[in-house]
Every structure is written in structure tokens, then in C-alpha cells.
């Protein structure tokens, strides 16, 4: 993400400042949002609904927000944009997968070579599925969708000319994953990780996601839907269709674009939401989401498999994830993009 919001050269220098601040703010405000769904439903399940479904589904809606920000309409060079994505994820994902290895396999769970290799690739979305797995992995199958998600949207808008063009090629595309969800699972009678683990399903919540970005760029999105109240009508949808009753291609029909849409455009409600999603606490979540989205997994897995207590684990995750955002995530990411 540039450090200047799109605003730059229409306001003065202390206001951009500000409102790119408050811009970022609000932004790491949806990532600790989206962390504590994640640890909540994974730590203290509530009945009736997986939280920590739906925590992944909002991160992987702001990722297609964010990732349109940077590749559509601020046209971010793309040389920078991937080597800060690398900067961003890979030193805190080779130290947890090779802490995984040296430690987790003889502490919580069996741990397997195979399934390392294939998260360090990002295949593990696809070889989780057909190859091996390890229940301290499985997480990465998500991290494994942004990374190529990244790169189909890198190649997107190198190919494809003029923003309308890219909106209704990313439409048409999320169209037909959502619906190679449904087939695969309703039709071919696939579990939930055969046809939601693959990016040739689940890119439709990214890909929407940024293509709604995109029409509210531009000032297409329809005027009804920028209105404050059909934004967090659209959340509470997006929550309700996320209860376990609804059949699981439901979500990702109805669900996901609800959820896109609120993402997209509660920024319009103002006031009270923004206010709590720039607040400190959730900033703080935000900026250590994906250390603790790396670390919550194999802790979980331990509640869960062993029935563990889930309070010493949940505080032993805050102390991984902290140790590995101040220790390994910040500054390697620091000193490779000032260095490399």
C-alpha cells in the first residue's frame, strides 16, 4: 500500500498526510476485524456460526479492495508492488514453517515435509487437497489464494485495457468460480476443502470484491448502494447468510457479494464505525493480523484435536505473533524494501 492516498495533487501536503493516516487507520481496522473473527471462532466457537469462516472471507474481501486500490487506480508499479508482497509475507512464513518443523511436529501435531514445501511454494491449496496435509498448515490453503490472486490481477492489468474492460472481466470471472463452487460441491458432491480450498473457486470473493472497488472509483456504483443504511443492511446479510443452516455454496452465491459490498462501502456510514475500525485497539490487531493469522493455527488445532484450554493458548498465540511482528515480520520487511 503507498504510504499517499489517490488524493494526492488535489489537496495540500498536511492533508493528504492526514487523510492517508486515517485511510490506513481505518484499513488495519478492517484487518483486526477480520483477525478477531478468525481467533474467536477458532478459540471460543460460538453455536450457530464459524467465525472463523467468516473472518477469512472478510480478509480476502479487503485483500480484492486493496489490491484494486493499488493495481487499477493508483497504478501502482508492479516491479514494487510484488517485491513489497514478498517483503510482507515470505520472512514471517519461512520462520513459522521452519519453527513448525523444528518444534510443532514433536509438541502438538504430526508435522510433514511435503505439506512445508507446499506452503513455502503457496501449492498447498492444491496439494492439501491431492497430495499431504498438515493440520498446522492448513491455514496457509488461504494465503496460497492471495498470492495468486495477486498475480492474475498483476497480469489483468498489464493485458487488459480501460477499467471497464477489467471490471467486467473480473465480474464474468467471479461469476464463473462462484458458480464452479456450487457445481463442485452441490453437483460432484466435493467436501468443503475440495471446492473451497481452490483458487479456481475461491478468487470470486477477491476478484468481486475488487471489481465493486473499482465501480465506486469511478463513480458507477449504483446511487442506492452508497447510501449508508443498504451498506449495513448488506453486512448483517452477509452475517446471516454465513450461519451454519445455510448451505455452504449459499455463502459464497450470496454471502460473499453482500460481504464485498459492505466492505466496499461502509465507509459511507461514517462516524461510530469508522471511529471504532480507526481505533487503537483495532489498528493494533490489524497491524499484527498476519503474524497472528500465521501463528493461530497450530495453537487452534491443539484446542481443537486435544481440547486443550483455550485461554493459555489463545495467549500463547498473542506471544508468538508478537515476537514474530517486532522480531522477524517488521523488520525484515523494512530492511528489504529500503535494500533490495
Given amino acids: 500500500m503507498t504510504d499517499i492516498s489517490a488524493t494526492a495533487g488535489v489537496l495540500p501536503r498536511a492533508a493528504v498526510d492526514r487523510t492517508a493516516r486515517t485511510r490506513l487507520a481505518y484499513l488495519d481496522g478492517w484487518r483486526g476485524l477480520s483477525i478477531a473473527l478468525v481467533l474467536i471462532g477458532h478459540f471460543f466457537p460460538v453455536p450457530g456460526i464459524n467465525l472463523g469462516v467468516l473472518g477469512v472471507e472478510f480478509f480476502f474481501v479487503l485483500s480484492g479492495r486493496l489490491m484494486a486500490e493499488i493495481l487499477f487506480i493508483e497504478r501502482f508499479p508492479l516491479k514494487k508492488f510484488f517485491k513489497r508482497r514478498f517483503s510482507r509475507i515470505y520472512p514471517a512464513l519461512l520462520v513459522f514453517v521452519i519453527a513448525a518443523m523444528m ?18 511454494t503457496f501449492t498447498y491449496n492444491y496439494a492439501g487437497i491431492l497430495v499431504n496435509r498438515a493440520g498446522a498448515l492448513d491455514h496457509i490453503w488461504s494465503l496460497a489464494i492471495e498470492e495468486h490472486s495477486y498475480v492474475i490481477l498483476a497480469l489483468i492489468s498489464v493485458v487488459v485495457s480501460g477499467r471497464a474492460n477489467v471490471v467486467r472481466l473480473l465480474v464474468a470471472l467471479s461469476l464463473l468460480a462462484m458458480a464452479n463452487g456450487a457445481i463442485s460441491y452441490w453437483v460432484l458432491g466435493m467436501d468443503y476443502e475440495t471446492s473451497y480450498w481452490r483458487t479456481d473457486v475461491h478468487i470470486a470473493s477477491i476478484l468481486l470484491s475488487a471489481a465493486i472497488c473499482m465501480l465506486k472509483a469511478d463513480g458507477r456504483l449504483p446511487a442506492f448502494l452508497r447510501n449508508q443504511h443498504v451498506a449495513l443492511a448488506a453486512a448483517a446479510g452477509a452475517v446471516l447468510l454465513f450461519l451454519d443452516t445455510v448451505p455452504t455454496p449459499v455463502h459464497y452465491l450470496l454471502g460473499v457479494p453482500l ?41 487452534y488445532k491443539f484446542v481443537y484435536d486435544r481440547d486443550g484450554a483455550p485461554i493459555p493458548m489463545l495467549a500463547a498465540v498473542f506471544a508468538c505473533a508478537l515476537a514474530s511482528y517486532y522480531i522477524v515480520e517488521k523488520p525484515a520487511r523494512g530492511w528489504l524494501n529500503r535494500n533490495w
Fill in 103 to 120: 518444534g510443532l511436529a514433536s509438541t502438538f501435531i504430526a508435522f510433514k515435509w511435503k505439506a512445508a514445501l507446499t506452503a513455502l
Fill in 259 to 299: 460481504l464485498a459490498l459492505a466492505v466496499n462501502t461502509l465507509d459511507f456510514a461514517g462516524g461510530y464505525l469508522t471511529g471504532l475500525l480507526s481505533s487503537r485497539p483495532m489498528v493494533m490487531l490489524g497491524l499484527w493480523s498476519y503474524s497472528l493469522y500465521l501463528w493461530q493455527q497450530p495453537f
